[in-house]
């Protein structure tokens, strides 16, 4: 493979929590492509390459994490764009879908139904590959703790005179098993206002467990929106490298949802006052780049990032 790493303009160093994360990344993706520990270990050393300083202005985390899943593909001997992880993806959304009739009776029981579903839908953004072991996760205890906790910031009230008005949406999804609990916003979405058109984007080609178009159609989110590939390869939503398609919905949609720290990162710059992130702040870089405490989840209005 040829190392187009160091051809451009360079940053200063990876911060070291993101070189540790996509290292991470890394032995995972090699280990469930079933590859050997030793070409698990040539994964690695790749990566820890390819994260060498100098490194390329062009070259976000979310670029190397498709070099990986390239990389390991064509290691295993797999087809292009193979889904590594089909398996971990249907299984986190058959846990999440245990869930599905039990949040929807608190979201309709709710003081606020629109107020509980973001806050469902924010839950949903624990369910992630790339930050954590798939193995290793609970998710029944994960969201007994989330959809307890108090979120950071709530910019829920810009949020509501938006959608009041609002014809169309565009909600920019990010994880599989996540995007079962982001149908229950789209429903109580559509509950509340039955003429908004809901266009739900995904990836174009798997990376981690970031959903695809196949993976929404298998837990039924064309029920309640349309749904489209956004024509991104990467585990975030960089609109140079979206599709024309997708970028004229970003930027003609009277409101916009973006779900989890990979399109937050990659569309932090472009957002205004239309665009609402929902997340969970997982990492000390996003909490430094977000201005917000690390664990918490969050619902912030675009406009608030713009310098």
Same mark, same amino acid.
């Given at each position: 493979?040829?190392?187009?790493?160091?051809?451009?303009?360079?940053?200063?160093?990876?911060?070291?929590?993101?070189?540790?994360?996509?290292?991470?990344?890394?032995?995972?993706?090699?280990?469930e492509?079933?590859?050997?520990?030793?070409?698990?270990?040539?994964?690695?050393?790749?990566?820890?390459?390819?994260?060498? /300083?100098? /490194?390329?202005?062009?070259r976000?985390?979310? *670029?190397?994490?498709?070099?990986?899943?390239? *990389?390991?593909?064509?290691?295993?001997?797999?087809?292009?764009?193979?889904?590594? /992880? *089909?398996?971990?993806?249907?299984?986190?959304?058959?846990?999440?879908?245990? *869930?599905?009739?039990?949040?929807?009776?608190?979201?309709?029981?709710s003081?606020?139904?629109?107020?509980?579903?973001?806050?469902?839908?924010?839950?949903?953004?624990?369910?992630?590959?790339?930050?954590?072991?798939?193995?290793?996760?609970?998710?029944?205890?994960?969201?007994?703790?989330?959809?307890?906790?108090?979120?950071?910031?709530?910019?829920?009230?810009p949020?509501?005179?938006?959608?009041?008005?609002?014809?169309?949406?565009? /909600?920019?999804?990010? %994880?599989?098993?996540?995007?079962?609990?982001?149908?229950?916003?789209?429903?109580t979405?559509?509950?509340?206002?039955?003429e908004?058109?809901?266009?739900?984007?995904?990836?174009?080609?798997?990376?981690?467990?970031?959903?695809?178009?196949?993976?929404?159609?298998?837990?039924?989110?064309?029920?309640?929106?349309?749904?489209?590939?956004?024509?991104?390869?990467?585990?975030?939503?960089k609109?140079d490298?979206?599709?024309?398609?997708?970028r004229?919905?970003?930027?003609?949609?009277?409101?916009?949802?973006?779900?989890?720290?990979?399109?937050?990162?990659?569309?932090?710059?472009?957002?205004?006052?239309?665009?609402?992130?929902?997340?969970?702040?997982?990492?000390?870089?996003?909490?430094?780049?977000?201005?917000?405490?690390?664990? %918490?989840?969050?619902?912030?209005?675009?406009?608030?990032?713009?310098?």
């Amino acid at each position: 493979m040829v190392d187009v790493l160091t051809t451009e303009e360079t940053l200063p160093e990876m911060p070291l929590e993101c070189r540790s994360c996509i290292l991470g990344q890394a032995m995972r993706t090699a280990r469930e492509a079933g590859l050997s520990e030793s070409e698990q270990s040539d994964i690695v050393q790749q990566t820890a390459k390819w994260m060498s /300083y100098p /490194y390329p202005r062009s070259r976000s985390t979310l *670029h190397l994490g498709r070099l990986i899943a390239d *990389h390991v593909v064509a290691r295993a001997r797999l087809q292009k764009d193979f889904d590594i /992880y *089909h398996e971990p993806k249907a299984l986190s959304n058959r846990l999440a879908q245990t *869930h599905t009739d039990r949040l929807r009776e608190s979201i309709l029981e709710s003081e606020s139904p629109l107020a509980m579903a973001i806050r469902v839908a924010a839950a949903g953004n624990v369910i992630d590959f790339g930050a954590k072991d798939h193995a290793s996760m609970d998710i029944e205890s994960e969201l007994r703790v989330v959809t307890s906790q108090p979120f950071e910031r709530f910019d829920i009230e810009p949020f509501q005179k938006r959608l009041a008005t609002a014809n169309t949406l565009l /909600y920019i999804c990010d %994880n599989a098993g996540e995007i079962v609990f982001d149908a229950l916003l789209m429903e109580t979405l559509r509950r509340l206002r039955p003429e908004l058109e809901i266009h739900a984007a995904f990836r174009s080609a798997p990376i981690l467990n970031d959903a695809t178009v196949q993976d929404a159609l298998a837990v039924g989110i064309d029920n309640w929106a349309e749904v489209f590939s956004s024509g991104s390869r990467l585990a975030g939503s960089k609109l140079d490298e979206c599709s024309v398609d997708f970028r004229l919905r970003f930027s003609s949609s009277d409101l916009v949802i973006s779900k989890g720290q990979g399109n937050l990162s990659s569309l932090i710059d472009d957002a205004d006052e239309r665009v609402f992130f929902v997340f969970r702040t997982k990492c000390a870089p996003t909490a430094r780049r977000s201005g917000t405490a690390l664990g %918490n989840l969050q619902l912030i209005q675009g406009m608030h990032f713009q310098r």
